[in-house]
């Protein structure tokens, strides 16, 4: 049988895939973190390297937990 001639989508990028155990590491660090503290704040932003998320980060980050 002939191979298909098809175009078939072609991975440029070089960076590795996290799995599965990453993404259990970061549920149980939620996990943890709900036990721990009283309340959960979730910021969704387009740009995550924005300078102003990064100044914001940096205000929180000795009074709070941030997870990635």
């Known amino acids: 049988m002939p191979k298909s001639k098809r175009n078939r ?9 996290k799995g599965r155990e990453h993404k259990e ?3 149980n660090a ?9 309340s ?4 969704t932003f387009e740009n ?3 300078l102003k ?3 914001f980060r940096e205000q ?3 009074s709070s ?3 990635d």
Do not use: D, G, H
């Open 9 to 17: 989508p072609v991975t440029l990028s070089k960076t590795k895939k």
């Open 65 to 67: 937990r941030y997870v």
């Open 40 to 43: 959960a704040y979730v910021f």
């Open 53 to 55: 998320f990064k100044e």
């Open 60 to 62: 929180l980050k000795p």
């Open 30 to 38: 939620v996990r943890q973190a709900a036990e721990t503290y009283s």
């Open 48 to 50: 995550m390297r924005n």
């Open 25 to 27: 590491s970061i549920v």
